[in-house]
């Protein structure tokens, strides 16, 4: 890309690329062999203030706890993981989350969207919504709704970032 007219690079990353690429580099500490979720919350001063993936909580072995999707409740991976959602509201810098914005690889379920409410978050920016016809995302939608919670699905201006974590590069 040729530089804007006064030097600049004009390719650099918009606000909200940049924001759901931390999401999803948070994502990928995730061990759920099915589904990497990260999430990445932003104050009104563009700065971020708490980042979380799915996991177990901590002190919980990800060695001897399932993964699995499916069996009897207690043999899966529901009743012990915590979202990245909510992983990324407790890791978030003391403080008040009030008319921050979320950023999240999917649209929240609706244990997620109570602990959102409930600390504030003014916003929530997802990528994709692929359970968007099951009873949790539609509880989701209207706890939102009812909240005043803004949603909205993400349109990234780039479809790749590259990191190279090599020296040199």
């Known amino acids: 890309m040729k530089p804007a007219a006064s030097g600049k690079r004009s390719d650099y990353l918009s606000w909200d690329d940049y924001f759901m690429a931390v999401a999803l580099l948070s994502a990928k500490r995730s061990k759920d062999p099915n589904t990497q979720v990260g999430a990445c919350i932003v104050n009104r001063q563009k700065r971020i203030v708490g980042v979380g993936y799915n996991g177990f909580p901590t002190g919980c072995s990800d060695d001897t ?79 939102f709704d009812q909240a005043g919670v803004a949603c909205r699905q993400l349109s990234p201006s780039t479809s790749m970032v590259t990191i190279t974590l090599t020296e040199g590069a």
């Not at 499916?70 to 899966?76: A, M, N, R, S, V």
Request: aromatic share 10%; charged share 20%; net charge negative.
């Open 65 to 143: 706890l399932p993964w699995c999707r499916e069996g009897d409740f207690l043999d899966t991976k529901y009743p012990y993981v915590c979202h990245a959602e909510l992983n990324a509201v407790l890791n978030s810098v003391p403080g008040n989350l009030t008319n921050c914005i979320l950023y999240t690889a999917l649209f929240p379920c609706n244990e997620c969207a109570k602990v959102i409410i409930q600390a504030g978050i003014q916003e929530v920016v997802y990528l994709s919504n692929k359970y968007v016809d099951t009873d949790s995302v539609r509880a989701a939608r209207t706890m």
